[in-house]
């Protein structure tokens, strides 16, 4: 009888869950295809590139200049007075700490660039989202995951990926119809 009833309650354990998931719907997009894809994602990437190509040319500048008043410095050292020693010394000790600051305020972990990058991407996934929400409400589907991080097969009839590109694609549209008023 006891056997009966843990064997009763066993079943109900394994058939409930799927009865109960039967009813949700699912889906999956391909972040890495809507990167890819997705001509904001592009122009932002060629943008912060472009941003990065400028501040490396600005840093690159900033070292030669240093090392122009180095070698300059080394080449007049014995020479010159200690008073204009210290005085070299210190501007190149100013310079190097300016290069490190000009660094770390343009590409550091809190620079300019890598803010600039996360509002980006914030904005992007925002629209992102947006259109992923837009399309689960329309098709009626309870959950949409990220099929590029961990998804190893997934049914091509749940792939939501060309939907959610398209909602993206009106937006742009749109986006584009209300700057030229």
Known sequence: MVRIMITKYFLAAL??????????????????RIRA????????????????????????????????IKKAFESQRLMSSPDWRK???AEIQSREASIQRFQVSMVGPEGE???????LEF?????????????????KIDFII????????GNPTY??????LFELRKYQVSGQEEKKK
């Open 123 to 139: 904005d992007i996934l925002s629209k992102v989202k947006r259109a992923v929400d837009k399309v689960a409400a329309s098709k």
């Open 159 to 164: 792939d939501m990926t060309d939907d959610v």
């Open 146 to 153: 990220d099929g590029s991080t961990s998804l190893l097969y």
């Open 37 to 68: 894809e997705y001509e904001e994602f592009k122009e932002a990437e060629g943008q912060l590139m472009l941003e990065y190509q400028q501040i490396n040319a600005q840093f690159n500048n900033m070292v030669v200049q240093l090392d122009s």
């Open 87 to 89: 005085e070299k010394e």
């Open 113 to 119: 660039l890598s803010k600039r990058q996360q509002k």
């Open 15 to 32: 058939i409930l869950p799927t009865f109960i998931l039967s009813q949700n719907k699912f889906g999956f997009v391909q972040s890495d």
